[in-house]
């Protein structure tokens, strides 16, 4: 009772304090007055008609003017910096030996980000899923601040994860909203990607009450992708009721784990980049998105939308794609025009036996700008490993609309297994169409598939050549 209470404590402290300092952009206003003098000369020459003697001296016939004028007005500089040292949007790690008393995997893949296609899309057991992973850690929506510890000492932040779901394995899992962290950064590379230790605590009150102590290597940010390997414990427990007829129950949950984990879209700021103005940030990514979708036309039989209609009867959209958290990094080759990259979460739905969903593909871009201008042409060539296996190759057109959204042309082809399979049938894999066994069709798990289609990337920055720091001379080259 005595930790709960401490951590629901020092958990509202926490919060609190997020109240009154939650800020990812810091902004400096100078006032200051500025005078404009002007001087305006005229002179004008009058010469009388006539003849004049010039043994005697005339009175000038040059008259001059002068006006000054004086302007003062006020004037507002303007500069904005980074105030945070992270922000993340989400965290995956695959966790090892965290399985309390003997109980079965979580049954997730690498970085516990995935279950198999059978689990994911049919609701089916996927026997084959990896058994590496006993648990899973989730972390969505991080942020970090500095943390003046010490005499100021470097690299201590503070922040805040706004879900976290710890899972030790299937039947043991820890739950925090809110989670409060303090960490120590040691960096061994200063250079991008940076590498450093850090050891760091995390406090859970709601819904679980629990205390997380662990260290991890981290390799990152570039483009917002990290890798980390971590060693941890966590120790803590929460509520749960067993029924109308149990009553509300406190449940001790502790294990140690080691994991591996990868974030998309988690920027990391050393403490000196926070004092440089977010216009002379550059960038090492040819893109950073948030999503991207678009709706397909493909030579499928049926289409995903309407999976009884076949032939000539199916709908000329056969289905879509859609690809979440997307990074694209810049390669020294090429003049920095190629690139590889990947997305958390890849997933191409051309047919209803012809789908595939990959995380974390492996994507290579050659990045082209044909005219001159904000349109970009990018052919690339597109793997994905797990859960559903693919090739990928096609051509992605895209021109910026606004600051938050960009319209996308494509066209591709791929080949592939969708990773589905029914257990005793060698060969077939679940389908979405509707003339089905048990809850769903059999069918041919490999497929290939020709398409083209139109949509829309949200918060997607293309960035140009100039605008990369590589290639500059700078140190880190």
Known sequence: MLLRSLILV????????????????????????????????????QNAPGERNNGIIF????????????????????????????????????????????????????FGLFYGINDLLFGRQDDSSTQIFDGYIHRIGIIEWKLPLFG???DWTWGVTAYENMRADADNSLTGIGVLTVSKRFYYRSKIPYMAIRPSISLSA????????????????????????YAGYAFGGGFRSGGRRDPVSYQS???????????????LNREEETQTEWKYHEHSAWQVGAAEFTFVGSDADRSFFSPQLSGDAAPTVKGGTFRFAIADLALPVLGYKL??????????????????????????????????????????????????TFAHIGLRSSIPVSEQMSIVLIAGYVQGNTGSSIP????????FVTDRIGNVTAADPSYRAFYIGIGTSLYDRLFRRDELRYGKGYPHE
């Open 10 to 45: 020092v958990s509202v402290a926490g919060s609190l304090l997020l109240q009154s300092c939650m800020s990812i952009t810091r902004t400096e206003r100078d006032l200051y007055t500025k005078i404009d003098l002007d001087t305006l000369v005229t002179k004008r020459v």
């Open 59 to 110: 009175p000038s016939t040059t008259t001059e003017s002068r006006e000054r004028d004086i302007n003062r007005y006020d004037s507002l500089a303007v500069r904005e910096y980074p105030a945070f040292i992270r922000l993340g949007l989400f965290e995956g790690i695959g966790t090892i030996g965290s399985s309390i008393a003997g109980a079965p995997s979580a049954q997730r893949g690498a």
């Open 152 to 154: 100021n000492s470097p």
């Open 206 to 229: 709601f819904p679980s009450q629990y205390v997380n102590t662990s260290v991890s290597a981290d390799l990152g940010s570039i483009g917002g992708m990290n890798l980390r390997a």
């Open 253 to 267: 949950i502790n294990f140690p784990y080691f994991g591996l984990g990868v974030s998309t879209l988690d920027f």
């Open 339 to 388: 690139s590889v990259g990947t997305s958390l979460f890849h997933a191409l739905m051309l047919g209803p036996s012809e789908y595939g969903i990959g995380v974390l593909p492996i994507r290579f871009t050659y990045h082209w700008f044909p005219f001159k201008t904000d349109l970009r042409v990018d052919p690339f060539v597109e793997v994905s490993y797990a859960p559903s």
């Open 424 to 431: 005793g049938l060698d060969g077939q894999g679940y389908s």
